[in-house]
């Protein structure tokens, strides 16, 4: 099983990036995946999560309104869509699978994990 990000980068406050994480060896159209993501000195925090079966989203609160997640099973690939980027976004984002339909915001609960992608709002 092998996650794949991509799309971060370095942007202005206020502007959009979308990420993207490619899945090959995994069928995940109904666990649990999303994005975490851990700024220099912080504690890694869950960002977004598709869960059960597909059918409900969650987001922090911190991006609520602000990042949409999605996925499309036809090329195994997850969505982040940033927009309105604020400088505290800044951190290494990482794509994140379980085997469980159900959500968890625990990092440890999570059994495969991409290799992450920067993102910069600065």
């Known amino acids: 099983v092998q996650l794949v990000e991509s799309g971060g980068g370095s942007v202005q406050p206020g502007g959009s990036l979308r990420l993207s994480c490619g899945a090959s060896g995994y069928t995940y159209s109904s666990n649990c995946m999303g994005w975490f993501r851990q700024a220099p000195g912080k504690e890694r925090e869950g960002v977004a999560f598709?869960?059960?079966?597909?059918?409900?989203?969650y987001y922090a609160g911190s991006v609520k309104g602000r990042f949409t997640i999605s996925k499309d099973n036809a090329k195994n690939t997850l969505y982040l869509q940033m927009n309105s980027l604020k400088p505290e976004d800044t951190a290494m984002y990482y794509c994140a699978a379980r085997f469980l339909w159900g959500l968890s915001l625990r990092p440890e609960e999570y059994n495969y994990w991409g290799q992450g992608t920067q993102v910069t709002v600065s």
């Open positions: 598709v869960y059960f079966g597909g059918s409900r989203t």
